[in-house]
């Protein structure tokens, strides 16, 4: 990844925990550096194609002022989500916020705080057997996606499967899409669970009938569990309906643990 860096804006602000601080202000510095591929803006000479340190600058001179924070913490969270949003081609940042006048009773050079905030990917599955699936299935995808902090970027055609774990029930349909996210891992299953109660989801058996459901099938390439949340999901290498989908807007994405693609865990199930 490639790397564009501002180091000592010089903000004027009002940022601090004392009454003092928030009347009369003080001084603080910001680096901030940019992560990106600079390759086709170095090869065509574009400035389009890479972020304008330029307007990179003023955009953070801006924002750091345009609110008041107790903490640089906060102050330092609250620039790097907005740099990430307004930027087109910044996968990643890194903000630095200096306070060098900070209310310490011994001598210091400086006090600071770093943070390093990135879009992630994240490859969900969707699914549904109750209602108008369809339009289930599009409308949760619509309002899960409506917020600035997840963006869709690909999603399958939707297939008709058979049931799995209890056959019992209406035929699904299902699919798969591909959102790049702000969010951490547990922010993004609560988010998908806000979505699955818009739709009226009902938690009442494992496996059984519903109006959407929505996995979390990859997050990057992480590999975490705990009881809530297991990423990758630990059964989507016997799920049909998951690998098909898969395979279709992602046959060369491989499995963190096992190295396997879409095409490969197929074969393996239906040997």
């Known amino acids: 990844m ?10 004027f602000a009002y940022h601090g925990v004392r009454a003092d601080e928030e009347k009369n202000g003080q001084e603080f510095l910001v680096d901030i550096t940019a992560f990106l591929s600079t390759k086709d803006a170095g090869k065509s000479d574009d400035l389009e194609k890479t972020v304008n340190y330029g307007e990179l600058s003023f955009f953070v001179y801006t924002v750091f002022k345009e609110k008041r924070f107790r903490l640089i913490e906060a102050a330092a969270e609250y620039l790097a989500d907005k740099c990430l949003k307004q930027f087109e ?9 200096h306070k060098p006048s900070a209310p310490i009773t011994v001598p210091f050079d400086d006090v600071s705080v770093t943070i390093r905030r990135k879009w992630h990917t994240a490859y969900i599955a969707v699914g549904s057997n109750l209602g108008d699936s369809e339009h289930i299935i599009r409308e949760g995808v619509e309002y899960l996606t409506k917020a600035d902090d997840i963006v869709l970027y690909k999603s399958s055609r939707l297939i008709s499967t ?11 349909l299902n699919g798969m899409i ?16 806000k979505v699955e109660s818009y739709e009226k989801r009902e938690r009442t058996m494992r496996w059984g009938p519903r109006t959407l459901d929505l996995d979390i099938i990859y997050y990057d390439d992480l590999v975490m569990g705990d009881d809530e949340l297991i990423i990758p999901h630990e059964d989507m290498q016997n ?9 279709e807007i992602a046959p060369g994405k491989r499995h963190p643990i096992t190295g396997d693609t879409p095409e490969m865990m197929l074969k393996k199930l239906h040997a």
């Open 162 to 172: 058979k049931p799995y774990g209890v056959t019992d029930q209406p035929d699904f």
């Open 239 to 247: 799920r049909d309906f998951v690998l098909k989908p898969l395979l």
């Open 2 to 11: 490639d790397e564009i860096r501002v180091k000592g804006l010089k903000v």
């Open 178 to 193: 591909v959102v790049r996210t702000l969010l951490e891992p547990h922010e993004l299953l609560d988010r998908l669970h």
């Open 89 to 97: 081609h910044l996968d990643e940042v890194e903000v630095t916020v």
